[in-house]
């Protein structure tokens, strides 16, 4: 201790991550970020709305490849992340501990319960197409086949107490089956959503797929309710009274809405309620015949 | 199309008139109507009983194709959707707690019955909605009892439906549907609510809601429980009440995309589970290895069938530039052999539109495509005096900034665009809010996977269109709704999941 008490540390400029780079906020904002009790901990950037219409730019752009992957290419790329977390634990553990005011046991259980989440969700990309989708036996001459499909640009608005397990519970089963996600992070504990950019930036997965912003939830969810290139939205970190009005604002293109659910409990088994809700049925009839 | 045709079409280039000595001139052969009895007055249906409105007022229900008064039904008020709710209430706990083996066999009992009583009940529809009896005889009603059939047969097998090992009902499920196939959307909407547990109030539209007292007549002899089927009829301000009301759990609408996004910000920050079906301006896309003939069905299939007022009709046609002039042709000649008229006439492919509203609609917008520089034509064609008419019309020269190729007109209306690549005919087919249906017309398989599994659509036909399933899923992407109806995807929208 000795030693490293005469070196001084080298600090990590937090910043955004959209369409695979690090920028800071187009606004030139950032925010305090506190610990648990009031010490500071980083400058966040603040995103504005048009870091926001950015991300979903980017998170558009990288629909097209992300969604055509193989199913076996994005299960290997998700479980990469798991694989690339695993070799971070001690800092994330840190940061979580740090953010959320746990101990370091505590916070340890909850990011090794992140990395073996990412880990269950890896797994269900090359599955969910055969417990979702199916031959359907039509009375008449015809091949009909249901598959799921990724429903496109996700806003994801990640809890807001649980600031790791909690954003990977809402992250992973998004971007899984092919959806590109703008994720805004917690608002007062950004700083593990900021980290795991770096960790999704070195693991293969396209730029754009996961947009991450930091930020007031109010301000960068609002834009991203209402844009018409949004397809659906995550409403997890959103309260009751933001929800109600984001939920009125996605209506005006139908976005697929998942409300938020009163006491999450991040760590039960995860089923598949988080990736349902952001597929489409797509059913195609083939005559037969000779 | 009336094959003894005088009247010179006002529409440029007419196609040649049919002679009345070819082998499409039919006799008239009309379905008789005395199989239905259709009561001067009708109530609400609530809690097993027909009642009247509770403020008195009632609005008359008219054959489009006639403009003839049918009947006069209840316009229902808050207080008559609040009764129907508190029934439904009332009737779910019972209904519920029945083991899934009974409820199965009432439903298998209204399907039973629907297939004894469909010869009147397609007359009945035929004569409320305007459509050919062609259709209903043999589209309509058949698909209504498979429905009943298909959601039967899952009451007492939905711990196996993938929705958990006890997957529960939602409640009291208010259900909004529209005029273009009433009884066949009613049963899209009450087979699943039923079979999984649930009790309805159900809406049908203004102008089409016959059918649905007819079904709460199946009801009664079905011996269903009372309060388990409430049907009201009234216009939209009725709808507009039952999704807003708070004893509701599920909302289920059919209907436009704006009267949806109306109800998402509705049950916005409320329980209810929504489900929407709504409009879409699908692409019909013909390659240039597609057989003309086929594809030329499958196209008039597309957006002649029921007069065109199909939400997943096939409104655009984008045809590879190299065979254009083949298919249009082909197409031009088949149009002159559609019969319009009379849809209880057995012969008749086209009929009524479903009210002087939807018909100025698709005035208004046809007449926006000429005045936007789209090229007109219709088959020549002697409409009827009485009732809504509109000949089938097909537009060339269309862009995509027009309004006909953006807009749903709900109407016997083409819209022909062209496309060069099959990267271009995916483009312009994704080049929509709307994503409900599209078809593809070529003799290459490889092609048909791979385009297929690129068009943002929820239903895909592959050389043919308009083909439906209980078992298979049916439902849309972006601003066409979201939620399938249909197969075992459809108990979802009905079950605590």
Redesign the interface.
Known sequence: MSDSAARLSVMKTYKLYVGGKFPRSESGRVYEVTGSKEKWLANAPLASRKDARDAVVAARKAFGGWSGATAYNRGQILYRIAEMLEGRRDQFAAEVAASEGLSRSKSAAQVDAAVDRWVWYAGWSDKVAQ??GGA?????P?F?L?SPEP?GVVAVLAPQESSFLGLVSVLAPVIVMGNTAVLVASEDRPLPALSLAEVLATSDLPGGVVNVLSGRTAEIAAPLAAH?DV?AIDLAGAG?AL??EL??A?????K?TLRPSSAPDWAADPGT?RLMPFL????????MGM | MASDTTQPHPHPHPAPEPDPFSPFAYAPAPESRAIVDIAPSYGHFIDGEFREASDGRVFKTIAPASEEVLSEVAQASTEDVDAAVRAARKAFTGWAALPGSERAKYLFRIARIIQERSRELAVLETLDNGKPIRETRDADLPLVA?HFFYYAGWADKLPYA?YGADPRPLGVAGQVIPWNFPLMMLAWKIAPALATGNTVVLKPAETTPLSALFFADICRQAGLPKGVVNIITGDGSSGAALVEHEGVDKVAFTGS?AV??MI??TV??TRKKLT?E?GGKGANIVFDDAPVDQAVEGIVNGIYFNQGQVCCAGSRLLVQESVQEEVLDALKRRLTTLRVGDPLDKNTDVGAINSAAQLARITELTEAGEAEGAERWSPSCELPTAGYWFAPTVFTNVTQAHRIAREEIFGPVLSVLSFRTPDEAVAKANNT?YGLSAGIWTEKGSR?LQV?QQLR????????FN?F?P?????G???S??G?EG?R?GLEAYLD?
């Open positions: 417990i979702a359907n036996p039509v009375a008449g015809f009909n249901s429903t018409q397809n009751e929800a109600k939920e009125i996605a209506a005006d293109n139908l697929r309620g489409e049925t797509k059913t195609v009839w083939h005559p | 498979a993938g995309t949806g996004k998402a910000r916005a920050g929407l709504l809010p048909i297929a659509a929820g239903v895909v036909w592959s050389n043919t083909k399933d078992t298979s899923p049916f439902g992407y972006q601003e709704g979201f399938r197969g995807h999941v």
